[in-house]
Every structure is written in C-alpha cells, then in structure tokens.
C-alpha cells in the first residue's frame, strides 16, 4: 500500500503516556502528568447536570455558545482590560490543545518558520509539523528560564511568521517580564510576525507575582492569538473546554478550520463553563490559595528530602535539578526504587541537552498524595 504521512514519521508516543503506562505498572504515585488526582468543584458538575437535564445536548453553534463566548469577553474585560468582542474575536475550542493546533493552522504556510521557547508544551511541534512548518527553537537558560537576547535575534528571519510564548510556563514556572514582552515586541513587529499566547495557567500565580496577557502589549495586541482552558482554571482538564481569542481576520481563519475539523465542543460541558467563568470573582482566591499552599508545601517537602527545586512563580509544576545529565534513566530510577513518577523534560527540548538536568513534577495533587510522594523521596 501506499505510504502514509510522512510528518507522522518523526511523531513519537508522547512522554506522558509512556510515564503513565510505567506508572501504572508499578504502583507508583503519578506526579507526572498535569491534572490533579481529585475532582473539581460539585457545583460545576451539577450545572453540567443541570444543562443535559435541559436539553443542551445537541451540536452547538461551531464557534462556541454565545454565553460562554460571552464570559470570555467579560473574563478578559474585568482581569486584564482587554476589549475582546464575542461575535468576532472568540472562537471555543475542544482545551488549549485544539486552539493552539487551530492557530497555528491559520498563520502557517509550508515552509514557515516558527520561533519556540524551549523548554515547551509538547503539542506545539507537532501542530507546527503538521502544518507544513519549521519549529525553530531558542531556549530559556536556568535556574531563571530567561532568553538570550542575541539567540532570540538570530532565531528571528524573514521567513518567521509566528512565535509562540508561554506564559506562566510550563515546565519552569517562569512568568515572562515587561522587559521581555517589549524585546519580543521590537523583533515581532520588525519581522511582522503573528503571536501565540498560550496562557492556560493565568490563575496560578504565586506570591505576588501576576499574570498579564500578551496581547496587553500595544505592539502586539493586533497581531497576538491568546489561547486558554477552562480546564486548569477549574480543575477539569478531561472536559477540554479552552479558547483562542484574536482580531477578527484572524478568528476567521481559526473558525473555518474549526467547522471542518471538530465543528463543535460539548455543548452541555459549555454551558457550565461558561457559568463557572461567571463566578470567578468568588472562586479564585479559594482556588489560588489552595495551589499557593500545595507549592509551599511540596516545595518544603523536597527540600526536606535533600533536593533543591528551582521554585515556579506560576503554573503547577516544579522542575528539580538531578544529579548527572540522564533524566530518563533518573525518571525510571525513581519509579522503579522510590515508587514516584515524574518527567524527564529533555523531551520539552529541540536544541539543547540542557532537559536532561531536571525532573518535572506535578504538585496538583492533594496534599496526602504530595506527603507521600516527598515521604518516598527521602
Ligand atoms: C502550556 C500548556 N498549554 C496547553 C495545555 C493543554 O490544555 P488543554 O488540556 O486545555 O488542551 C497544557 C496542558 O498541560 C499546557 O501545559
């Protein structure tokens, strides 16, 4: 027969399959994968109840239902002061994951260059790959995760269309500065290259460090598609309900490829969405306290067990510096001795070998887990 695609040739089983299968296997505790081990809020639940019970059970519109859009609309308002319209600009999308591939479908020609920061979120790659595009990585240097400037020059050319930003970042917990939205601004506009945002972890910031979207930025505010999940927020990340949100040319272009490829997300799973982003307000400081004590905690426990975690200013993960420069066989070493499951990020990288120092963790987990997990670390 025929051979298949050839870009599916260079895709591997992901990372977070692989761990979970050994994880599985060996009854080790799960502090790989990013989702917590217990259940989001009962309310939500029952107005996801509440609207099957209703009849929302149907296809939705393929952009999303108008309430939920229109929750977005006041979520980027009253957070950010954002003016985002919900009949041009905001597109619902099955998670994060979808609106980044989405995106990326929409900006990309074959042959297109895209700047990512490495470490990065798995999926990008392989959404530019199957876009025809070449993933061109610059890589954030620990234990800050900051940018040579003069790397991020060099990576931009004429032919780049679009950098991909991360912010709060997965897996280092960086938040991108001012200073670096304006030096990633001066070369955007330079280059006239698009922007994805990709700001699943807005709401898990710690102390006090906040988060500010990227399309704030004057100079990037036209040109920038903002990308986002209910998933994180409200601790369902098997509903994926996420969104892109961007000037209308370019919601357009995201939402012809939206018909064609899954026309709609679960009607009923929108509706509560779009509820519970109504009731952000009274839900996120209970929801940013909880995961600010789940890091202090987790943070104090590996200490405790003689390591020395670089600590996340934002999302849930935590990246552990390791002894020698092999964090696959560290990650199995720990599975199979200590009966703890981490990430060997070195698949986070393109470029550099800089991965193979670290361990990532997962400390969306309930507080007995992480006891148990940093009890095993000792
Ligand atoms: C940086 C980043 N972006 C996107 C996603 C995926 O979000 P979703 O589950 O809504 O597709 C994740 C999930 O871990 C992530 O870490």
């Known amino acids: 027969m025929k051979e298949l695609c050839h870009t599916i040739d260079s895709f591997k089983e992901s990372i977070f399959s692989t761990i979970t299968r050994k994880a599985i296997e060996t009854g080790a505790i799960n502090l790989a994968q990013g989702f917590p081990d217990f259940e989001g809020p009962k309310w939500i639940i029952d107005l996801a109840k509440e609207a099957m019970d209703e009849g929302k059970n149907q296809y939705s519109a393929s952009i999303g239902i108008r309430p939920l859009r229109q929750s977005i609309q006041t979520l980027y308002k009253k957070f950010y002061d954002l003016n985002f319209d919900a009949d041009k600009d905001i597109t619902v999308t099955n998670g994060a994951t ?107 910031t710690f102390d006090n460090f906040k988060h500010t979207p990227v399309a704030s930025h004057y100079k990037l505010k036209d040109r920038t598609i903002t990308v986002s999940s209910a998933g994180k927020t409200f601790e369902f990340t098997g509903w994926k309900i996420g969104w892109a949100v961007a000037p209308a040319k370019i919601t357009h272009a995201i939402r012809m490829i939206q018909q064609f490829q899954v026309f709609c997300v679960a009607h009923p799973l929108q509706v509560a969405m779009g509820k519970a982003i109504d009731r952000l307000d009274s839900y996120l400081p209970d929801f940013r306290a909880r995961y600010q004590a789940k890091r202090d905690f987790f943070i104090k426990g590996l200490q405790a067990a003689g390591y020395s975690p670089i600590i996340p200013n934002g999302t849930y993960f935590v990246l552990v510096p390791i002894d020698g420069n092999d964090d696959f066989s560290a990650c199995m070493d720990l599975i199979e001795k200590k009966k703890v499951a981490s990430i060997p990020p070195s698949s986070f990288y393109l470029k550099s070998d800089d991965g193979k120092k670290y361990l990532r963790f997962c400390f969306a987990k309930k507080f007995e887990t992480l006891e148990k997990a940093c009890e095993l670390l000792k």
């Open 98 to 204: 979808q609106a980044i591939y989405l995106s990326i479908k929409a900006v990309i020609n074959p042959g297109d260059e895209v700047i990512i920061f490495e470490p990065f979120y798995d999926s990008y790659v392989g959404s530019i790959l199957l876009a025809g595009g070449v993933p061109v990585p610059v890589t954030l240097k620990g234990p800050s995760f900051e940018f040579d400037l003069k790397e991020l020059e060099n990576a931009f050319s004429d032919q780049t269309k679009l950098i991909i930003i991360n912010t709060p970042h997965n897996p280092s917990g960086k938040i991108f500065t001012t200073k670096e939205y304006d030096q990633i601004a001066t070369l955007v506009e330079k280059y006239d290259t698009y922007v994805l945002s990709d700001e699943v972890y807005e709401f898990l």
